[in-house]
């Protein structure tokens, strides 16, 4: 296994330079103006990075916006041609990248290059999407009248994104917009600012290699501070954010108020209903990854089960053998399924909540712990635990960044399906059947109320193809796939007279 002053150096990263357009710089030491990033893996200190201040801020800003009226006037296919270039950059660093994002945040390596895979395919969608960025003709009502649509880039794009995903989704805006013509703004979480730096390290290479001046890309390292000022901005046309529900209602209002665009992806309180129909063997596999993976620090990450009543003792026994055998470690060693949480406020949470669930009458069946000893030193590993609850409790009701699973029980698909839907958020979902019906009527319009509904996989682990997003509290925003596109441009509707009078819409008369 390489050391991490390795993958540094073999992302070019250890020079501590400032990046292509950063708008941050690298610092040897802390101060009242730097972030310490440190890993929650051993509790060792990766770097520090200075935060911009305002002037820096207004010089990235001023240079996006100068880099737009160059880049929206060179072919999509031609932008496109230079993501392509990026995502053949990350493939060559997909192992570094990966370690890197698995250190600094905590998930497992095979997560961590998953995540640099993420970014790999996202590119390779945004390259084919670069040549059908299409519009609509319609017929006229007018004789000798033609009408169409067509997309323009909206200009500079503000990315705010959450720890849990330092890199991909950040990706996820940023290869759309580009190949859309935009500009883009990224502030990574101050948790995980060096993932970031070295996306913009490898993004510069690919720019520079193209003749493609600064200000395209654009990294800011900052806090709350320097995200209010982004979402302030009128020169942003769109802020998309993703993080907590809290977060997003702030970034919504202040965008609102000035008329701009904004794209929400915020929390999830995502369940899987298991129907008696199910092949429960798969649908384990599907529940202890959901609940597990990342330790339970995805948006998307499995919450609550709703077990029917026939098969609850049958697959609770699974669970609970299955939780027995979970390998709770350092990420980067792959026999490990479990790593940390981000760090120590992550943890007060998940012990604030686990005492708030058994104060509410929740039973715990998998007891939940903080790690100590040997291997946890970092003082952020703790035991994913399970607890059979009651869905209108007020925890069960609250997204907890955390491994902690709630088990409810159900006796028709109906109430199954209220249950499932009965949470403030509107995420991921799925159910596991092998009954034709129950999952038809899982996805009609009276079933799952959310973005996503899956039938037979679980609720975390989404394709790039699909859009990606959810309903209620957790914004409404679509990103990635399908026609998430048409979020970063503006329409334009256009009438075309080829005729040799000028006719009015509605057969109105206005005679001269």
């Known amino acids: 296994m390489q050391t991490i002053s390795q993958v540094l150096r073999n992302l070019n990263i250890l020079e501590l330079n400032p990046a292509y357009s950063t708008g941050a710089v690298w610092g040897s030491s802390s101060g009242s103006n730097a972030i310490d990033s440190y890993s929650p893996v051993d509790g060792e200190k990766i770097a520090s990075v200075q935060v911009v201040s305002a002037a820096d801020y207004e ?73 059908q960025l299409y519009g609509l003709t319609m017929h006229s009502e007018r004789p000798g009248h033609r009408m169409y649509e067509q997309w323009h880039p909206l200009g500079v794009v503000g990315i705010i994104s959450a720890f849990n995903f330092p890199v991909a989704v950040w990706s996820w805006n940023t290869a759309l917009a580009w190949v859309c013509g935009n500009v883009c ?61 809290r977060m997003g209602k702030e970034v919504g209002v202040a965008v609102a108020a000035r008329l701009g665009k904004s794209l929400l992806e915020l929390g999830g309180n995502n369940a899987i209903i298991i129907s008696e129909h199910a092949d429960l063997d798969m649908s384990l596999i599907g529940a202890v990854f959901g609940a597990v993976g990342t330790a339970g620090q995805r948006c998307t990450s499995t919450r609550r089960l709703i077990i029917h009543e026939n098969v609850y003792d049958v697959f609770t026994a699974k669970l609970v053998k299955a939780y027995a055998q979970l390998h709770i470690g350092n990420p980067l060693d792959e026999h490990n399924h479990v790593g940390p949480l981000i760090d120590r406020a992550a943890v007060a949470g998940y012990l604030d909540a686990i005492e708030k669930c058994k104060a509410e009458g929740g039973r715990f069946i998998v007891e939940g712990a903080v790690l100590e000893g040997p291997g946890y030193t970092s003082g952020c590993y703790v035991k994913p635990c399970i607890a059979e609850v009651e869905n209108d409790y007020k925890i069960v009701q609250h997204e907890t960044f955390a491994p902690i699973l709630y088990l409810i029980k159900y006796k028709t698909l109906a109430e199954a399906i209220a249950l499932q839907n009965n949470v403030p958020q509107g995420l991921s979902s799925a159910i596991m059947t092998l009954n034709l019906r129950e999952a038809e009527q899982f996805l009609s319009a009276a079933g799952s109320d959310c973005g996503i509904a899956n039938v037979n996989i679980g609720t975390s682990g989404a394709e790039i193809g699909g859009a990606f997003g959810g309903e209620k509290e957790t914004g409404g925003g679509r990103e990635s796939g399908s026609d998430a596109w048409k979020a970063y441009m503006r329409r334009q509707t256009n009438t075309i007279n080829y005729s040799n009078t000028l006719p009015l819409a509605q057969g109105i008369k206005f005679d001269l």
């Not at 996006?64 to 072919?75: E, G, K, V």
């Not at 950059?89 to 290059?113: H, I, P």
């Not at 709350?224 to 907590?244: F, N």
């Open 185 to 245: 703004v990224w502030k990574p979480s101050e948790k995980t600012p060096v993932t970031a730096i070295a996306c913009q390290h490898i993004i510069a290479d690919v720019f520079k290699a193209n003749g493609i001046p600064e200000g395209v890309s654009n990294l800011i390292i900052g806090d709350k501070i320097t995200g209010e000022l982004m979402t302030g901005d009128s020169r942003v046309a769109l802020i998309s954010a993703t993080g907590s529900t």
């Open 59 to 131: 010089k990235v800003i001023t240079k996006a916006a100068d880099a737009f009226l160059f880049w929206r006037s060179m072919p999509a296919p031609k932008r496109g041609e230079i993501v392509r270039q990026f995502g053949d950059a990350l493939r060559k660093y997909k192992t570094d990248l990966g370690t890197l994002v698995s250190y600094e945040m905590g998930k497992s390596l095979q997560e961590g290059l998953g995540e640099v895979q993420e970014m790999i395919d996202i590119c390779d969608f945004a390259v084919g999407l670069s040549r």
